[in-house]
């Protein structure tokens, strides 16, 4: 390598460290910038309230979803297959088991929560088996309880409120038993802002 490359490697090092400690002292003195604020929740929530789609096309409904058991679903839905693809839109909808009220025929045995993980943003999953019975983080061992979406376990669970429960969904039933979704208000007061947080209600 010539010296004059050398030089330029050095000084773009260089550049680069005294990058990282801007950034540093930046965030150090703006620790309360209401970051929830810039997440990237979708804005274009309907008001309307939205049918709970599952997987396989239909609607989710009281009477026939199985307790203890959980299903992607896109909220909002935008109709554009790929934009509908993005995990800032995906829940998990979990009837809870039996235990834990899953056995009542109305909306009080359903949950939905955010799919993206309070700690960095990987996706959870909820596990039904035997023992489990929870929200689980592949990345770094995150749990979250299905009754309320709180981090009970692994680092999410070390963060400050309102980053460590999940945002939410509300949901409601018609006559026949079929789910709608309320509309959602991306606050951490109401639904939650999607990977921020949510405070829970008392
Ligand atoms: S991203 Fe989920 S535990 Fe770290």
Redesign the pocket.
């Known amino acids: 390598m010539s010296e004059q490359n050398s030089a330029k490697d050095a000084l773009s090092r260089r550049d680069f460290l005294k990058l990282l400690g801007a950034a540093g002292v930046a965030l150090t003195f703006t620790p309360f910038v209401p970051w929830g604020k810039f997440m990237p929740n979708p804005s274009n929530a309907s008001l309307e309230r939205a049918q709970v789609i599952l997987p396989d096309g239909t609607q989710a409904n009281v009477k026939t979803f199985p307790k203890n058991h959980s299903e992607v679903i896109t909220y909002p839905k935008t109709g554009d297959s790929v934009l509908d693809q993005e995990a800032f839109k995906k829940w998990q909808f979990i009837r809870l088991p039996e235990e834990l009220g899953g056995d009542k025929d109305d909306v009080s045995a359903f949950r939905a929560y955010s799919m993206v ?1 309070l ?4 996706l ?1 999953k909820y596990w039904p088996q035997e023992g489990r019975k929870r929200g689980e ?1 592949p ?4 749990m979250y309880n299905p009754l309320n979406g709180k981090a009970f376990a ?3 669970s070390l963060q400050a409120s309102p980053s460590n429960v999940l945002a939410t969904l509300y949901f409601e039933a018609d006559n026949d038993g079929n789910l709608w979704i309320k509309p959602a208000v991306w606050s951490v007061n109401e639904n939650g802002v999607v990977g921020y947080g949510r405070f829970l209600k008392t």
């Open positions: 993980c700690h960095l943003w990987c959870w983080c990345c770094h061992g995150s692994g680092p999410a």
